[in-house]
Nanobody, 126 residues
């Protein structure tokens, strides 16, 4: 079992930067790929990016590529989503998620992730 808690959400202006964090508990984090997804009211959850269990590989959605960066610290059981050049369309609830134990590779599919945080709201005003 793993528990994930996101933090760092809030209100920012377009063009600003913001960093989200995901704190994990339980043994699976250091052996599992993790990802960030986001969801707006009435819309499906959207893949943002993921990082492999070792941290050596990352993948991003086209909409955030070159603006968002995911990093992880397995010793601290933390993951971070650094967001720059934020746009109003980045307004969403952001969720971190991890795959099951020993599932080290990234996936863009939310069904491949076993554990989810409660989400943190990011609002970008124009």
């Amino acid at each position: 079992q793993a528990q994930l808690v996101e933090s760092g959400g809030g209100m920012v202006q377009a063009g600003d930067s913001r960093a989200l964090s995901c704190a994990a508990s339980g043994p699976t984090f250091i052996t599992s790929a993790m990802a960030w997804f986001r969801q707006a009211p009435g819309k499906e959850r959207e893949f943002v990016g993921c990082i492999s269990g070792t941290g050596s590989l990352t993948e991003y959605a086209d909409s955030v590529k070159d603006r968002f960066t995911i990093a992880r610290n397995n010793d601290a059981k933390m993951a971070h989503l650094q967001m720059v050049s934020l746009k109003p369309e980045d307004t969403d609830v952001y969720y971190c998620a991890t795959r099951s134990t020993w599932q080290l590779l990234c996936s863009v599919h939310e069904d491949d992730y076993a554990y989810w945080g409660q989400g943190t709201q990011v609002t970008v005003s124009s």
